[in-house]
């Protein structure tokens, strides 16, 4: 892989056992799950989870597949109410907020089966991260008024800003649908981008992607996170991308926690390893 | 009292029909996952078959009604395979419109055929009513027949889905088709099959219905065939006692509104009860939520 | 000629659609004033133009919002009574027929308007299947309430009864609406220039709609709706705003329709109704502008014509069949294939999905 070795971050603990990047520590954390749990029926999906992100950490969160990983994205986007527990946003309590108000509050995601407008044009599927951002109603553009063409240039303007993040300014009038597999994925990420969030929720960025095209992504995901000065988390596969881009990685077995911290103490637990490559033969 | 007794007999037995109906489109939908708007008109047909059988040909009735089921059994699997089998990984807007087109032509397929005069459907049930409360409430025997033959179906369904092998099948693919098919289930069989059984049950329900209301014209069958996915998505679409639930609650209510509130909202009220159970409780009385994957 | 072709394609398609209705009412126009079309071309000119509007109206809810709704006649059926009475009650107040006509279709429209947005509220709650089956229920609602709705005026203004004929009408009062007597005696005051008019504003509402803020977020609903509401696009009140235009445009068809009628009455609006005019939007295409005007004009003219007057029987044998064969042609993995092969044509890459 390009990417140059990290200085590792070093990890220190907050209120409620949750540990975030040191250079954070001096404001609250962007988010903080405290005995978050949703049960489906009789199924605990999710129990006990405990997290805090700090404001520019690229976080992760690794398991194996239906560790209930997707369904941690689910609960903070509120797409399931959680059963127990409380997600802070930003220090506010997001119980009775809608996605799309947890949306305008601050978090963004992308989709692990992506989620596209396929049938609208690239641009237009970043305007649509941009709607909370333009200004005009209704009658403005059912009439053409001058907030309109207004609105309109302002959303164009930015859209293309945004789409240049991965270079993809040429592909704007090409339908979304007809994308080839890695672009739609970055346009996920530029259309979640585009809603102007404090916290990036990215559900398998780099699933089906070639190492070089990931290589590109991890740079991509850090540049992100630099110049807008915001918080990822992430959930992936691929543990090259985990371990050299994410600060604080969290590891879920079974919708429990069972490991947090560095990727070097996530890579030499024991506990983590038995649940990737099951219990070591005595002997 | 005895208007009440009498409108709540010929409520149950109006809604013992809508069950007979609402099973075939509960059946369908739990496992095809689509609403057959082409049902109502299996009725129709089934109906029109039983009707030339005796009136023409002179069958005895039961020949007539086991004429109609064969009729419609085929037509019923024929739909299947031709319009619908080849839209089973199609969005649901484009599955509707097609029955929705399949409904259409049934409808004037019949009108060509058989012209869009009323014919009076003969009635053979036509045996001497029941008594009960020293004569004041008299039950008719097209009443005990719904009732009885309603029951014996439901009871025979339920026992076929739980005990038989294709029954079991049916339930399975329901759940989910491709691990259906992993356990070897042949779910194009299932399906087909599924579409025989609604069918049947349509010609049966369409040949009770003429009974109690025995005019018959090309569009008879869409009205019952409305209230009647009416009455199984109140009961629960995709469960089998709710079909009957909701068929004879649909029944009792339509008759009650009619009786009480006026004839000519009828119609309205019935509509009026379906909007409100849907947003009330989607899932139907006996349903079961089912939860969107993210 | 130059600027034609530096636009995008759809908004090309959207300006030839405004240039091809224009032109085809620049030719016909002269030609009926000259008394040169046939008699029944003549009388079809106004129906025509409101069953076009119908469809665009649908292709709103179908195609650009991507709900089906099965009950379209019912808001038309609202338009239609509430402009024929407006249209009654004002014929003293306003004798210029075209004013009239313009406030009966402006009338037509909010009523049909504010129906809609009683019924989209629960509606639009529901999905799929669901979300039809409702609006077929409400159509059939509607249609119950019409036939049943009566309605009189005299100098003290309009007179309303639901269920009961009987009404005390003042002096020189008359009965407009009778309830499943429909309204008789329509003074016919409908022009082919309205209904130009109409469908020219419709496709502005449509086409302006879709290429802003908020046609975006309605066509966003249809391709996605959960990523829609990750990006925090209010999923009701788009519904909403597409349900409610849709429905408003619909009741001005409906409007236009009733006052170039000599009789109406509920029962022309049921569920069939509906159902023709979504033949009309999906043998047009769904989302394409175009193909629903030149379908309802066609589907509408076509069995009109002598050569076609003695298979009217077999119309709606056709209309199902074409129905049919039009969702498998477009649905059907296997039959996709074989149409293709037919109608070779050049995949444009860079069209876009919206309304066109």
Redesign the interface.
């Known amino acids: 892989m390009a990417m140059p070795k990290r200085e590792p971050t070093k990890l220190v603990p907050v209120p409620s056992t949750n540990i975030i990047p040191e250079r954070d520590v001096d404001k609250s954390p962007i988010l903080e799950c405290r005995h978050l749990g949703i049960d489906?029926g009789g199924l605990t999906a999710v129990n006990d989870f405990n997290m805090a992100i700090g404001r520019t950490e690229i976080a992760g969160l690794i398991g194996p597949n239906g560790a209930g990983k997707?369904t941690v994205f689910?609960l903070l986007?509120k797409?399931y109410q959680p059963t127990r527990g409380t997600i802070l946003l930003d220090g506010v309590d997001t119980h009775s907020m809608?996605?799309?108000q947890v949306?305008?509050a601050g978090i963004?995601?992308t989709?692990q089966n992506i989620?596209?407008?396929?049938?609208?044009?690239v641009e237009?599927n970043v305007?649509?991260?941009l709607?909370?951002h333009?200004s005009?109603?209704?009658w403005?553009?059912?009439?053409?008024l001058p907030g309109?063409w207004q609105?309109?240039k302002v959303?164009h303007e930015r859209a293309m800003e945004l789409l240049s993040i991965f270079d993809m300014e040429n592909l704007a009038?090409?339908?979304a649908?007809?994308l080839p597999y890695g672009a739609q994925r970055r346009l996920e990420i530029v259309?979640?981008l585009?809603?102007n969030p404090s916290l990036l929720l990215l559900d398998e960025p780099a699933a089906g992607m070639n190492p070089s095209e990931t290589a590109e992504l991890m740079e991509n995901i850090v540049k992100i996170r630099d110049t807008f000065q915001i918080a990822v988390l992430l959930i992936e596969h691929d543990m090259s991308l985990v371990m050299s881009i994410c600060e604080g990685i969290c590891v879920l077995n079974f919708g429990q926690i069972i490991a947090k911290g560095t990727p070097d103490e996530i890579q030499a637990d024991p506990v983590v390893i038995e649940a990737y490559l099951g219990k070591q033969k005595e002997g | 009292m005895v208007t009440f007794l009498t409108r709540l007999i010929n409520g149950i037995s109006l809604g013992s029909v809508y069950a007979i109906i609402a099973l075939g489109y509960t059946m369908v939908y739990g496992i095809a996952k689509m609403l057959n708007f082409a049902h109502g008109d299996v009725i129709m047909v089934g109906a029109y078959v039983c009707f030339f059988a005796v009136a023409n040909f002179a069958l005895p009735p039961l020949a007539g009604v086991a004429l109609a089921m064969l009729v419609c059994t085929v037509l019923g699997m024929v739909i299947e395979r031709l319009a619908y089998k080849p839209l089973r990984q199609a969005p649901s807007l484009a599955v509707l419109i097609t029955a929705i087109g399949v409904s259409y032509f049934l409808q004037n397929g019949a009108q060509l055929l058989w012209g869009s005069n009323n014919k009076m459907f003969p009635s053979f049930l036509s045996g001497d009513a029941l008594s009960l409360l020293n004569g004041d409430l008299r039950v008719s025997l097209v009443t005990v027949v719904n009732v009885v033959v309603c029951v014996v179906i439901m009871l025979a369904l339920t026992w076929f889905t739980s005990r038989t092998k294709m029954g079991k099948a049916m339930r399975a693919c329901s759940e989910d088709k491709g691990a259906a098919q992993l356990m070897g289930i042949n779910v194009d069989t299932t399906i087909s099959m599924t579409f025989a059984i609604g069918s049947a049950l349509a010609a049966v329900a369409g040949v009770l219905y003429m009974s109690s209301y025995p005019i018959l014209v090309p569009t008879t069958g869409s009205m019952p065939g409305i209230k009647a996915f009416t009455a199984a998505v109140f009961g629960g679409i995709g469960s089998i006692p709710g079909a009957f639930l909701g068929g004879l609650l649909l029944g009792v209510i339509e008759i009650f509104a009619g009786g009480y509130i006026s004839t000519q909202l009828q119609n309205a009220i019935v509509f009026a009860v379906l909007i409100v159970v849907l947003l009330v409780k989607p899932s139907g009385l006996l349903g079961k939520q089912i939860?969107e994957k993210? | 000629m130059n600027k034609l072709k530096s636009m995008?394609p759809a908004t090309r398609t959207n300006f030839l659609t405004y240039a091809a209705v224009i032109l085809t009412f620049a030719i016909l126009q002269p030609l009926s004033a000259a008394g040169k079309i046939s008699p029944t071309l003549q009388g079809q000119l106004v129906p025509v133009c409101a069953y076009v509007v119908m469809a665009l109206s649908l292709n709103l809810t179908v195609g650009v919002l991507g709900e089906l709704s099965l009950g379209h006649a019912g808001f038309m059926s609202v338009g239609a009574f509430s402009g024929a009475v407006c249209a009654s009650a004002l014929q003293n107040v306003i004798p210029a027929s075209g004013l009239r006509l313009g406030v009966s279709m402006v009338v037509g429209a909010l009523l049909a308007g504010i129906v809609g947005t009683i019924i989209s509220v629960p509606v639009l709650r529901l999905n799929g299947d669901y979300l039809a089956i409702v609006t077929l229920a409400f159509g059939q609602i509607i249609k119950s309430i019409v036939e049943n709705l009566y309605v009189g005026v005299d100098a003290k203004g309009l007179h309303f009864s639901f269920l009961q004929p009987t009404m005390r009408l003042g002096e020189g009062g008359r009965m407009i609406l009778n309830g499943p007597m429909g309204i008789p005696n329509i003074s016919k005051i409908s022009t082919f220039l309205a209904g130009f008019i109409l469908i020219m504003v419709t496709l502005a509402?449509i086409f302006?709609?879709v290429?802003?803020?908020?046609?975006?977020?309605i066509?966003?609903l249809?391709?996605?709706r959960?990523?829609?509401?990750?990006?925090?696009?209010?999923?009701i009140k788009y519904k909403m705003?597409a349900f409610v235009i849709s429905a408003a445009l619909a009741g001005a068809a409906g409007a236009l329709f009733s006052l170039g009628q000599n009789t109406i009455v509920a029962s022309k609006f049921d569920f069939n109704m509906s159902i023709l005019i979504l033949v009309y939007v999906v043998l047009g295409g769904q989302g394409k502008m175009w193909g629903s005007i030149l379908a309802a004009s066609f589907l509408t003219i076509l069995p009109e014509t002598a050569a076609m007057r003695d298979l009217k029987d077999y119309r709606m044998l056709a209309y199902a069949i074409v129905l049919i064969l039009v969702m498998l042609a477009t649905n059907s993995p296997a039959l996709k294939g074989f149409f293709a092969r037919f109608f070779r044509r050049k995949e444009d890459?860079?069209?876009?999905?919206?309304a066109q």
Not at chain 3, 211 to 217: D, E, K, L, P, V
């Open positions: 489906f997707t689910n986007t797409v809608s996605t799309v949306n305008k963004a995601r989709f989620r596209l407008f396929s049938n609208l044009s237009d305007k649509l991260g709607h909370n333009i005009y109603g209704l403005q553009g059912l009439f053409r309109y609105g309109e959303a009038s090409t339908k649908g007809s259309r979640a585009a809603t | 939860r993210v | 995008s509402v302006n709609l290429n802003s803020r908020s046609g975006r977020a066509m966003a249809r391709d996605n959960i990523a829609a509401e990750s990006v925090g696009i209010n999923v705003m890459k860079t069209e876009k999905g919206g």
